[in-house]
C-alpha cells in the first residue's frame, strides 16, 4: 500500500497477509482523490474526514498526506486496529485518531460533523444501504459536505435523496452523497 500525493507521498507500508481487508487499489484510490480534488474538496482549507471501516488505513492515510486536519478512522477488527496504530504511531502525526469501535456503535453516539466521510463495508455487508440513511439522519456532514461509499456492482443508491454522483474503476464502485 503505497500514498499517491501530499506530504507522506511515495510512502509505503506492508499490510500482512493474514489480514481480511483489502485496500483499495491504487487505481481506484487516485482516480477517487482525482474526482474530489476537482469536484469537491479544497484540502488547502484542512478539511476535517472520517474513514469508516477503516481497514488497511488507505483512505484515511490519503486523506491525512493530502491536508485534512483531522482524520478519524473507525475500525472493529482488533488486529487492522494494531495495525493502524502501529502506522500512526510510526508517522507521528496526532491528525490521525484510528479509533477500535463498531461502525454502527460509534455512529449512534457520533456527534461531531466532517467535511469527507468515506465508508468501505464489506461489500457483503448486509445493512449496506442503511449507511447514507444513518449518516443524514446523524447531520454528520458539514453544509456542502461529501460522503463516498465504496460498494460492489451490485448496490444502486441513485435513488437516495442525496446522491450526487457514480463513478466505476474495474470493480471499484463509488457513489457520492452531498450535505445541504
Known amino acids: 500500500m503505497r500514498i499517491i500525493s501530499g506530504k507522506y507521498k511515495g510512502k509505503r507500508f506492508d ?9 483499495t487499489t491504487d487505481f481506484a484510490k487516485e482516480s477517487l482523490f482525482n474526482v474530489l480534488v476537482n469536484n469537491f474538496v479544497d484540502f488547502y482549507d484542512e478539511p476535517c474526514a472520517l474513514d469508516l471501516f477503516c481497514g488497511t488505513g488507505s483512505i484515511s492515510l490519503e486523506l491525512l498526506s493530502r491536508g485534512c486536519s483531522s482524520v478519524i ?5 482488533y488486529k487492522h486496529w494494531q495495525y493502524l496504530k502501529k502506522i500512526c504511531m510510526q508517522l507521528g502525526d496526532s491528525n490521525w485518531k484510528p479509533l477500535h469501535a463498531d461502525v454502527f456503535k460509534y ?16 461489500y457483503a455487508l448486509k445493512n449496506i444501504g442503511e449507511i447514507p440513511d444513518i449518516i443524514f439522519h446523524k447531520d454528520l456532514l458539514v453544509p456542502g459536505g461529501i460522503f463516498i461509499l465504496e460498494h460492489g456492482k451490485d448496490q444502486d443508491f441513485s ?3 442525496r446522491f450526487t454522483s457514480h463513478r466505476e474503476y474495474g470493480s471499484v464502485n463509488f457513489s457520492f452523497f452531498e450535505g445541504v
Open 159 to 161: 435513488k437516495h435523496p
Open 15 to 23: 499490510v500482512p497477509h493474514s489480514f481480511k481487508a483489502r485496500p
Open 107 to 122: 455512529l449512534e453516539r457520533a456527534t461531531d460533523k466532517f467535511d469527507i466521510i468515506f465508508a468501505d463495508p464489506p
Open 73 to 77: 478512522g473507525v475500525e472493529k477488527d
